[in-house]
C-alpha cells in the first residue's frame, strides 16, 4: 500500500493555471499506475488524466485535453497535474490515485482499477 497526499490547490481566475503535486509514501511507486480524479459538488468522482508507471502511455478526459498536463517523478516519488486555461468548470476537489500494475505501458481510467487514495485537494476557479 501506498500513502499519497495532494497539495497545490488554491483559488485561481478563469484562464489561469496551478500545478498539482501527489506526494507518495510508504514504498516507492515505481512499478503504479496513477492517475488523478475529481469531484465537483453534488456529482460524481470523473477521471481527470492518468500515466502509465514506465510514463509511456497518458490518458486525459475530453474535457481537459490540451489543457491539462500529467507527468511523474520516480526519483521524488512525485506525480504532477499541470492545468492551464482554467475554467469554472474545473472547480472541484482533486483527488491522486495509485495503482500495481504489471504492465508499463497500462493506463487506469475508472475509480474502481485503483486501490490507494489520497484525501484530495480542493481547486476553485473563479470567472
Known amino acids: 500500500q501506498v500513502q499519497l497526499v495532494e497539495s497545490g490547490g488554491g483559488l ?3 484562464g489561469g493555471s496551478l500545478r498539482l503535486s ?4 510508504g514504498r516507492t511507486f515505481s512499478r503504479y499506475a496513477l492517475g488523478w480524479f475529481r469531484q465537483a459538488p453534488g456529482k460524481e468522482r470523473e477521471f481527470v488524466a492518468a500515466i502509465s508507471w514506465s510514463g509511456i502511455s497518458t490518458a486525459y478526459a475530453d474535457s481537459v485535453k490540451g489543457r491539462f498536463t500529467i507527468s511523474r517523478d520516480d526519483a521524488k516519488n512525485t506525480m504532477y497535474l499541470h492545468m492551464n486555461s482554467l475554467n469554472p468548470e474545473d472547480t472541484a ?3 491522486c490515485a495509485a495503482r500495481r500494475s504489471p504492465l508499463g505501458s497500462t493506463v487506469a481510467i475508472t475509480t474502481g482499477e ?3 487514495w489520497g484525501q484530495g485537494t480542493q481547486v476553485t476557479v473563479s470567472s
Open 12 to 14: 485561481v481566475q478563469a
Open 22 to 25: 501527489c506526494a507518495a509514501s
Open 93 to 95: 476537489v482533486y483527488y
Open 114 to 116: 485503483y486501490t490507494d
